[in-house]
């Protein structure tokens, strides 16, 4: 099920680094010119370029706070000059806040809602329109395993319910674009080992690996999955949420 992306341009968000960089160097092994965005990793960014021209494909950083409709604008029109029209997009980038809903800051809470949905909405606005006049394009949004619950926790209460909102916009772009080849999906995993603090026990032993969403990553973009849309796969090990 390995994806053939020769001649196509993948834009991966957040992908200096961690869950982001294993999806965008997937995309270049798959034969895509590659577009790495940052944020304020910089340095990381640059580095994760390097590997990709290693591949054999094209590569350059791009910059921009994707919460911001002109930032997401100009992220694209970077793109679209140096590597051509996005075939590929990854909605990637995500914040959370590990922290009783009452103890948070409502600058936090907007940060949370806008890393998750409102990035998530601003890219897929700028780049549906090229895909449909291509009759191409592949979406991947991250979600979080629990979402198809419903179910939210009172810590970390805004992450629920963006990656809540995150589910529900992908199935929705996915019904608006069953004619215009393109699919829309998701994958949503619980904790992965590159997290910065992990919960007490680990289903199966241990936590998901970058790997672990990788596969199904290539599986979205395969020609395998060319039917498949509006789908959310959890790769959670079998991770059933607490209810509150």
């Known amino acids: 099920m390995s994806p053939d992306l020769d001649g196509r341009t993948a834009l991966v968000t957040g992908s200096a680094r961690g869950i982001g960089r294993g999806f965008l160097l997937s995309c270049a092994r798959a034969g895509a010119d590659v577009a790495v965005h940052y944020n304020t990793s910089e340095a990381a960014a640059a580095a994760t370029a390097d590997e990709a021209r290693e591949l054999g494909v094209a590569a350059t950083t791009v910059q921009a706070d994707v ?120 994958i949503s995993p619980y904790v992965v080992d590159t997290s910065d603090a992990f919960p007490e026990d680990a289903p199966r032993g241990r936590w998901a690996s970058v790997d672990d969403l990788v596969a199904v990553l290539e599986f979205f973009l395969s020609a395998a999955a060319e039917y498949v849309s509006g789908e959310n796969v959890e790769v959670d090990g079998g991770y059933l949420p607490e209810t509150v």
Do not use: Q
């Not at 990854?90 to 914040?95: L, P, T």
């Not at 806040?97 to 601003?122: C, F, G, I, K, Q």
């Open 67 to 186: 919460t911001e409709a002109d930032a997401v604008d100009r992220l694209f029109d970077s793109v679209e000059s140096e590597l051509g029209t996005v075939d590929v997009l990854v909605n990637n980038v995500g914040a959370f806040a590990p922290s009783h809903w009452e103890a948070l800051s409502v600058e936090r809470w907007r940060e949370v809602m806008a890393t998750n949905v409102d990035a998530t909405y601003l890219c897929c606005r700028r780049a549906v329109p090229a895909m449909r006049e291509a009759e191409w394009g592949r979406i991947v949004n991250v979600g979080y395993a629990g979402s198809e619950k419903g179910l939210v926790n009172p810590k970390n209460a805004p992450y629920f319910i963006a990656k809540t909102g995150v589910l529900l916009f992908t199935r929705m772009l996915a019904a608006d674009t069953t004619d215009d080849g393109i699919t829309v999906n998701a």
